[in-house]
């Protein structure tokens, strides 16, 4: 039998018939689409599959996290999204154990709230952190519950609110008015009321105060009312299909609107000077070393609680949706989807978390006022998301930390000039480094490992090692 000929008319070998229709290769190595699929062959796919498990077994794989040198490695057949969201794998044409993609994040969890929730109150206990250092982490850490709302709402599903502090003024002030009527009778005056009553010539408790005598009920009141709040927002914008910058400016206006209302006496919220002067919480005295250190291990605890929440949100279907909506929300709602039911619900889940910050901030601090509440605090909280990162929820813990912790160093020396430098570092953050200090983090790794397989080949050249026959 004649063998056959190229388009050169020169008679072709059986090595490259063989090359040619089963891995999908041409004499000179390069790939062609066969009878067996796109871009190779049946037993190259095969051997890709079976290449791809090895690495996998070996801790390597790309569902793991590993890194291809090759991007001929991949299966040729991906698993389904529902499969891949599920953490399963495929090794050549079956699906195996599903990975747990909860394993690394558990462990970062883990270590964070190892270092936070258990290092520095124990450090605290030994003498090598001051009360004063651990009661400044505890409000950077309440602070930081705030900025992960945030990054629910803004980095994964895209909707810019301006309006969050409102949400955490509202738990501060509802903790705050237990508080202070917690104190009645120990004031100045000796009075059953607040002592900024008696200056506004108010004796006798204002109806809208009496319930907050109850603890459950102003814990109660510092969740569900961000959130009932933030749903009747949700239900009167999103269901009109009011989105983007009319959003944003809405929101920014209703939290000047409530800035206003709480500067009034009128309100009797302590007017300007807010709710000052706490003395205890929960028949806890506030100037014991022991009761903020105690304050300072829930707020780590519940800040810990709140990642795994987040966490457990973004990794969900309803995650993918909220990516989604984020992405092209257009799209979604012509694919059926009810896009304004999803933006109701994690614009209330952040309110509500925003309320939880406000009510472990309060206690720590010591004073809630207006100035806590209004537009600037809510253009602050984007700082710190925009700062470390936002869509990562890591990165809006690393940038409310990292924000604070500048202003507490800063403002001690030059108070004025906090505002030009928070406004410098947006700046920054914009034109030189969008992703956040997440962002250049990751980068700053895949800088490093593409050197690292740049070096390798080079070095095993160097060597003299045949790394085909090694």
Do not use: C
């Not at 519950?145 to 980095?155: K, P, R, V």
């Not at 006496?265 to 205890?280: P, Y």
């Amino acid at each position: 039998m004649r063998a056959r000929a190229d388009r050169h008319g020169r008679p072709r070998g059986r090595e490259d018939l063989h090359r040619r229709f089963v891995h999908g290769r041409r004499a000179g190595g390069r790939r062609q689409a066969g009878r067996h699929g796109r871009g190779g062959g049946l037993h190259r796919a095969l051997e890709q599959a079976h290449r791809a498990g090895d690495r996998r077994h070996r801790g390597g794989g790309l569902r793991q996290g590993g890194r291809a040198r090759d991007r001929d490695l991949v299966p040729p057949v991906a698993p389904h999204r529902a499969l891949r969201a599920a953490g399963a794998r495929r090794d050549g044409d079956r699906v195996t154990a599903p990975v747990r993609p909860w394993d690394r994040e558990l462990v970062r969890v883990g270590l964070f709230g190892a270092v936070f929730a258990v290092g520095l109150p124990t450090a605290n206990g030994l003498g090598f952190v001051s009360d004063y250092y651990l009661n400044l982490f505890g409000k950077y850490l309440a602070l930081a519950i705030l900025a992960l709302g945030m990054d629910l709402i803004w980095g994964y599903t895209g909707i810019l609110s301006l309006g969050q502090a409102i949400f955490f003024g509202i738990g501060a002030y509802s903790i705050g008015m237990h508080m202070m009527l917690e104190s009645s009778g120990k004031g100045v005056y000796g009075e059953p009321v607040p002592d900024f009553m008696i200056w506004n010539q108010v004796y006798a408790l204002p109806l809208f105060w009496k319930p907050y005598t109850s603890a459950v009920f102003a814990i109660g009141s510092s969740l569900l009312l961000p959130a009932l709040l933030a749903t009747v927002i949700g239900v009167l914008t999103f269901r009109r299909r009011l989105r983007g910058t009319y959003f944003a400016i809405l929101t920014q206006a209703i939290a000047f609107a409530v800035w206003l209302m709480l500067n009034r006496n009128e309100m009797k919220l302590g007017g300007t000077n807010g709710l000052t002067d706490f003395k205890s919480v929960l028949g806890f005295s506030l100037s014991s070393p022991g009761t903020l250190r105690a304050l300072y291990v829930v707020t780590a605890a519940v800040l810990v609680g709140a990642l795994l929440l987040a966490q457990a949100i973004v990794r969900s279907k309803t995650g993918l949706v909220l990516e989604a909506i984020r992405d092209n929300e257009r799209r979604l709602e012509f694919l059926g989807y009810d896009t304004a039911g999803f933006k109701i619900f994690v614009f209330a889940v952040s309110a509500a978390l925003a309320g939880l910050a406000g009510l472990l901030y309060a206690p720590q601090v010591g004073i809630i006022t207006p100035s806590q509440v209004g537009v600037l605090p809510s253009l602050e909280i984007v700082i710190w998301v925009a700062f470390g990162g936002r869509g990562t929820l890591w990165g809006a813990l690393v940038g409310a930390i990292s924000v604070n912790w500048l202003r507490s160093v800063l403002t001690g020396t030059y108070p004025r000039l906090w505002p030009i430098i928070l406004g410098g570092l947006f700046m920054a953050v914009i034109l030189l480094f969008p992703a956040g200090l997440i962002g250049l983090a990751v980068r700053a790794k895949a800088l490093v490992a593409r050197r690292g397989r740049a070096v390798a080949p080079a070095a095993v050249a160097a060597s003299g090692v045949n790394r085909h026959t090694a």
